[in-house]
């Protein structure tokens, strides 16, 4: 009996996941859940690589590198699985998945019918997505298809990117070095799950008006920014809990990374819910500093 059918029929609820690490529970999962097993991948059509939704999204990185298509390098070291990829839109350091998903193959589980679903049809926006949505649990993804490029153009205007790569003495970067480069600033500032159980970054960075913008940077001249388009900046949300004296801080056995405002981390034994309390501490403190609600990027169940 095939996946989507023993949905349909057992009755049961479901929950279908990636890798995890964007997940936090916060009571015992009563129901089944779900993870993609399929594997492989290959190139086809000069610059398409379509991967199986059970692969790590950072071997296919590794692996589009390798092979001499470019495009993803800035996505280094995410965790998770290439389906959850289709799912979150995962995004780092100025490049979000969208930029590069040309379709999504899924189950539709309430017929066991194989679609192909377009990125346009997947609504794609940041960290976000129809399968976070009205799709939620209505698909299971089999196969992505990433559309790269066989021409090398670094992306090297966010965060501290150029900053390393003239620290490292590196003018102009190969596709390689840049993917060593975001590794290496990755693990500077991240901790390792497998030592402090984190989620990564918790929150998304929010997204406001060019005027709420205008009036906070009176106020604070040196916040970062990024523009989105005309009417909207990008700010990061790091900078804001960092602002609001979070880092390095705790609430019991749950706290804020003393190296990077933007993860919550479990300093041993905290439940989900102490988790949750801590997020909800940050948050509204953010809202009454700045006027601004941060929401948490990772999956609560």
Not at 31 to 40: A, D, N, P, Q, Y
Not at 182 to 208: E, H, Q, Y
Not at 216 to 222: G, I, M, R, S, V
Not at 223 to 228: A, S
């Amino acid at each position: 009996m095939d996946v989507a059918a023993i949905l349909r029929q057992s009755g049961m609820p479901y929950i279908i996941i990636g890798g995890g690490s964007n997940l936090l529970l916060t009571c015992d999962y009563k129901g089944i859940v779900v993870r993609s097993g399929i594997k492989g991948y290959h190139f086809e059509d000069g610059n398409r690589m379509v991967c199986g939704s059970g692969e790590s999204f950072d071997d296919m990185v590794a692996a589009s590198i390798e092979a001499g298509y470019y495009g993803m390098e800035n996505l280094s070291l995410i965790p998770g699985d290439v389906g959850a990829s289709a799912v979150q839109n995962i995004g780092a350091y100025g490049v979000e998945a969208k930029d590069f998903i040309l379709c999504v193959w899924a189950v539709e589980i309430a017929t066991g019918k194989l679609c192909m679903l377009s990125a346009d049809e997947c609504e794609y926006g940041y960290r976000q997505s129809r399968f976070k949505n009205d799709w939620k649990n209505k698909y299971l993804i089999t196969r992505v298809s990433y559309g790269l490029s066989q021409t090398f153009v670094p992306r090297l205007d966010y965060g501290n990117i150029r900053t390393e790569l003239e620290r490292k003495g590196i003018a102009a970067p190969t596709a390689q070095q840049l993917r060593e480069t975001i590794i290496d600033i990755r693990n500077a500032k991240l901790p390792d799950p497998k030592v402090t159980g984190n989620a990564g970054s918790f929150f998304m960075n929010p997204i406001v008006t060019r005027r709420k913008y205008e009036d906070l940077a009176q106020q604070y001249p040196d916040m970062p920014h990024y523009k989105v388009d005309d009417g909207h900046e990008k700010i990061p949300a790091g900078w804001m809990i960092d602002q609001c004296g979070w880092k390095g801080r705790s609430l019991g056995r749950a706290g804020v990374h003393d190296r990077q405002a933007l993860v919550l981390v479990n300093l041993g034994g905290a439940t989900g819910s102490e988790i949750v309390t801590l997020y909800k501490a940050i948050q509204q403190d953010v809202r009454q500093r700045f006027g601004i609600d941060i929401y948490p990027e990772v999956n609560i169940v």
